[in-house]
């Protein structure tokens, strides 16, 4: 069987790996003044407790090409066949890391696909590869197929507070505090495999719409399921699922937490959309 390896870039919990049969390698995450232990934070919940509490915002770091490289080294000896989906290569080197290494190791069982992606979208993209794997499709459609699909995947997310970005140094302190005081959300959005704003909405009820307008517009593919991210907030995404299932609906909508990839820039309470454009 073709091993699939993924990494936390696509907010797969640890268990949720071991779930679907796939392996996942760490884009670690560091804070100044508190420890955080992705293995043990099923739905990213202890992250989200982390971020509110430390005065600065994590680093990420990318997957070194060392890491890789004995990951392949071993299925190269074992004579196995593996498929790699890495976070979008706009976003982290983490692709540029495995695509090193696979030159380094010299085998042809290997492939590594650079999924445009990143969080519930990528993860999206991984489940599918899961899917034609336990159909029994080979490597080479499996990656024929991502590549086919991987840029009509859509990311939306609605954040609740613009406190992460002001961190983050991705808006000025003065713009935040007015934001804050007029209430606005930011939308954002994936856009040629980077993270873009698209609007700023009064208030989340008009954040919503905003999310909602896009779905609409883009016409998603009714053949794949809708996913709809949260972050630590659950009750606030199991709303938002609901509402999105009534106004259009759904039938196929899944939850997902999301992770300290996004997370750390767009801060607890928000909400987002992944779907399949036609």
């Keep these: 069987m073709i091993r699939i390896l993924t990494d936390t870039g696509s907010d797969i919990p640890y268990l949720g790996a071991d779930a679907l049969g796939i392996e996942v390698v760490e884009l670690d995450i560091q804070f100044s003044d508190i420890s955080y232990d992705y293995r043990n934070d099923p739905d990213f919940s202890v992250f989200f407790e982390n971020l509110t509490r430390s005065k600065t915002l994590p680093t990420t770091s990318l997957v070194a090409p060392a890491q890789y490289l004995d990951i392949f080294t071993e299925a190269k000896e ?40 990143c969080s519930y979208t990528q993860r999206m993209l991984v ?4 899917k034609l ?37 991705r808006v000025p302190p003065a713009m935040a505090v007015i934001g804050e005081v007029l209430g606005i959300k930011p939308a954002v959005a ?12 009064r208030g989340f009820e008009a954040g919503k719409e905003v999310l909602w307008n896009k779905f609409k517009a883009d016409g998603y593919d009714e053949n794949w399921p809708v996913y709809i991210g949260y972050s630590q907030n659950k009750a606030r995404g199991e709303a938002f699922l609901q509402e999105t299932k009534d106004k259009f609906g759904l039938t196929d909508c899944r939850l997902i937490p999301v992770g300290g990839v996004i997370g750390t820039h767009a801060g607890p309470n928000a909400v987002g959309l992944g779907y399949m454009k036609k």
């Design 78 to 117: 074992k004579g196995e066949e593996l498929l790699v989906i890495t976070i979008s290569s706009k976003i982290s080197g983490t692709y540029g890391s495995a695509a090193l290494a696979l030159e380094m190791c010299e085998y042809d069982g290997i492939t590594v696909v650079d999924s445009h992606q």
């Design 127 to 130: 489940e599918y590869a899961v």
């Design 133 to 169: 794997r336990d159909e029994s499709q080979s490597r080479a459609d499996i990656e024929a197929a991502l590549l086919n699909v991987r840029d009509r995947a859509v990311l939306s997310c609605l954040l609740d507070t613009l406190k992460y970005l002001k961190k983050g140094g």
């Design 190 to 201: 994936m856009l040629d495999g980077a993270v873009a704003p698209i609007a700023k909405a």
